[in-house]
T-cell receptor
Framework: NAGVTQTPKFQVLKTGQSMTLQCAQD?????MSWYRQDPGMGLRLIHY???????DQGEVPNGYNVSRSTTEDFPLRLLSAAPSQTSVYFC??????????????FGPGTRLTVT | QQQVKQSPQSLIVQKGGISIINCAYE??????FPWYQQFPGKGPALLIA?????SEKKEGRFTISFNKSAKQFSLHIMDSQPGDSATYFC????????????FGSGTKLNVKP
């Protein structure tokens, strides 16, 4: 199992550009989520999904879009990048509705810089 | 405002010492409190977690102490080792609405040999 994978590892964007951060998991997890990690702020939830076709907002959803067409993939789209979106982005997944399903598995992260 | 407040921001401990990281929360609906460990360049990984029906949970050298009335919980690392040097995050969630986790701001632990 590869677990949770994220691409790219690093990305530099100019203000106003758009891009998609990719996330995939091979554990057949129903729940997937995106966090951003900023110094002194911990991890903050951007969007999450409980299954294909079902997404919802987290704490800091503005400026980000998501969709979930398959169980495996959960891409995060930045429509018009802003310097405030400079951050490290983590994707996570977990099972739903089973014993011991509380554990979230995180990907290795994407470091995004917006200039 | 942050739902979970974590302290200290950084911590230096000698090898063999005890590392203590504290977290506090306000929302009494929280009923699941995990701790995550993150090494540089990696994603966080679950270390240990507690539900409020117990006051303490121990796994190896790692112990969570939970004080429901004070709305505080802490991570104790006994016999700290240089390999424990990492950033630690506490978090909180609600089992009946498990879709959202709220993280503390993180503590960078440095264990000196």
């Amino acid at each position: 199992n590869a677990g949770v994978t994220q691409t790219p590892k690093f990305q530099v964007l100019k203000t106003g550009q758009s891009m998609t951060l990719q996330c995939a998991q091979d554990m057949n997890h129903e729940y997937m989520s995106w966090y951003r990690q900023d110094p002194g702020m911990g991890l903050r939830l951007i969007h999450y999904s409980v299954g294909a076709g079902i997404t919802d907002q987290g704490e800091v959803p503005n400026g980000y879009n998501v969709s979930r067409s398959t169980t495996e993939d959960f891409p995060l789209r930045l429509l018009s990048a802003a310097p405030s979106q400079t951050s490290v982005y983590f994707c996570a997944s977990r099972r739903i509705g089973r014993e011991n399903s509380y554990e979230q598995y995180f990907g290795p992260g994407t470091r995004l810089t917006v200039t | 405002q942050q739902q979970v407040k974590q302290s200290p921001q950084s911590l230096i401990v000698q090898k063999g010492g005890i590392s203590i990281i504290n977290c506090a929360y306000e929302n009494t609906a929280f009923d699941y409190f995990p701790w995550y460990q993150q090494f540089p360049g990696k994603g966080p990984a679950l270390l240990i977690a507690i539900r409020p029906d117990v006051s303490e949970k121990k796994e190896g050298r790692f112990t969570i102490s939970f004080n429901k009335s004070a709305k505080q919980f802490s991570l104790h690392i006994m016999d700290s080792q240089p390999g424990d040097s990492a950033t630690y995050f506490c978090a909180a969630s609600m089992v009946y609405n498990f879709n959202k986790f709220y993280f503390g701001s993180g503590t960078k632990l440095n264990v000196k040999p």
